[in-house]
């Protein structure tokens, strides 16, 4: 017969080893960032005919977000993953986004999938493998405001792709994807594909995404996108970029090309975007940033934009940063979103100034 003492002792070793295990294999992290700021824009869109606009700005360098992610240890160096991410606007504390970002409650990412040393494969929606690729050549490192994110985004939206039900969040987050994402030495790619989910059919929002980068004494990125609407429109970019640092100093460069077909499968736009710029760290905490984008549409010489973005950030801490940007904007009298890095602000055939500054705080 089992004494009662005893047990008593097994359950009790039973229950510490039960807990142990679920303690060590799996975890869930709340996370996100507050930004917020104050901008004055001379000749803004936004404004009545034109004027001087002074505006409470959500995201000046990087977007307000929460979210949670976790993983769980499955053992032999396999792990179950996943990441659930969501907007907010920071000035009022209301919902952010665009299109059918806007609407779901988790509208940056939402997906799952398994992860080891042969890379990680995710499905549901996710970043985008070329955009992510890129984060480290873009002059301003895909910055909310004042980077090549705009136009990236403005490139990559078909004519007959519904963003309210769609696929596709402009090029910047897919839904519905499936990919995969490895790393081997410096060499490292990530790529995916989209299924066509939208509301005009099978091929609205299906997207192929594709992004290399080689991260060696430099930083190497290319990077591939197409996004087909409905029923015969399709957008492409590819893009190509380079980070070169000199001790203090990083010099980068970012090009891309995209291409659209309107519905009827005829050619709608063709632009060339660049920017070059420079990174300084000075004074312990401090990296200046002075940059320049040009965007440019072969099928109409009047949609030409010039940029100039000058700004600092300053760490106060490893989670807090304040910062302050100018901007100078030189618009051709057709420019359009696919040609520009300031969204909502620039009136064509203007010349532009904006000034912002603000704090952002990593939780």
């Given amino acids: 017969m089992i004494k009662k003492t005893n047990l008593c002792a097994i359950a009790a ?63 032999g160096g396999l792990k179950a993953v996943f990441n659930l991410e969501a907007d907010f606007d920071s000035s009022t504390g209301g919902s952010r986004g665009l299109g059918n970002i806007s609407s779901a409650t988790f509208g940056r990412q939402a997906n799952v999938g398994l992860s080891s040393d042969w890379g990680t494969i995710l499905i549901g929606r996710r970043y985008s493998p070329a955009l992510l690729a890129e984060l480290g050549t873009d002059p301003r490192g895909y910055k909310e405001s004042f980077s090549s994110l705009l136009s990236l985004a403005a490139n990559q939206l078909p004519e007959g792709n519904d963003l309210t039900g769609s696929n596709n969040g402009a090029g910047i987050f897919t839904s519905n994807m499936v990919s995969y994402t490895g790393k081997f030495g410096a060499f490292g ?19 192929y995404s594709v992004g290399l980068t080689w991260t060696g004494s430099i930083v190497v990125s290319a990077s591939y996108q197409k996004i087909e609407g409905a029923p015969d429109a399709k ?17 980068k460069v970012l090009y891309a090309h995209a291409e659209g077909d309107d519905l009827s499968g005829d050619k709608a736009f063709e632009t060339d975007n660049i920017g070059a710029g420079i990174d300084l760290k000075w004074g ?9 984008y040009y965007g440019e549409d072969a099928d109409n010489s009047k949609d030409q934009t010039s940029t100039i973005v000058l700004s600092n950030d300053y760490a106060m801490s490893k ?30 055939d203007e010349k532009t100034s904006i000034f912002g500054v603000g704090v952002k705080h990593d939780f």
């Fill in 235 to 251: 957008a492409e970019r590819a893009g190509l970029g380079v980070a070169i640092p000199f001790d203090n100093l990083t010099f």
């Fill in 319 to 348: 989670r807090t940063t304040l910062y302050a940007q100018y901007v100078f904007v030189d618009a051709d009298k057709e420019s359009t979103a696919r040609t520009q890095i300031t969204l909502g602000a620039t009136p064509s």
């Fill in 189 to 207: 790619i990530d790529a995916g594909y989209g299924a066509g989910e939208g509301n005009n059919g099978q091929g609205d929002g299906r997207t």
């Fill in 13 to 75: 070793a039973i229950s510490a080893l039960a807990a142990g295990t679920a303690s060590a294999q799996s975890n869930v992290t709340l996370y996100g960032r507050i930004d917020s700021g104050v901008q004055w824009t001379e000749n803004s869109t936004a404004a009545h005919n034109n004027d001087d606009l002074t505006e409470v700005k959500n995201g000046g360098i990087l977007p307000s977000i929460w979210g949670f992610k976790g993983s769980e240890d499955l053992g």
């Fill in 284 to 292: 312990g905490a401090n990296t200046a940033t002075l940059a320049y």
